[in-house]
């Protein structure tokens, strides 16, 4: 319990910017919440894209962030990146 508390406060925190009174901005809050509702949008599934360079990344934080369920999330991502080494090797051994 403790340490999901304390995962709380720290992933709250990294999602906030503070203003000069000390206020929290909603500029961040805003992109979260627009990443959370394009992850909510195309489901799980999208985390097949994960082995993409640029998007796959922030598209894992998102699914962790969303609490997606753990069993799907390695399922998903192993296989989109574990296809996209397996398609690299096997160009680069000349099987392609």
Known sequence: MAARRRFRRI????????NQEGQAADVVQQ???RAQQRYRRYGRL?????WV???????TVVAGTLREPLWSFLLLVTL????RYLLLAAITLGWF
Do not use: C, H, V
């Open 46 to 50: 999208s985390l097949l894209l994960s």
């Open 53 to 59: 360079p640029i998007i796959g990344d922030p598209l």
């Open 80 to 83: 989109a990146k574990g296809g």
């Open 31 to 33: 992109q979260l919440e």
């Open 11 to 18: 992933r709250e925190r990294s999602f906030t910017r503070w």
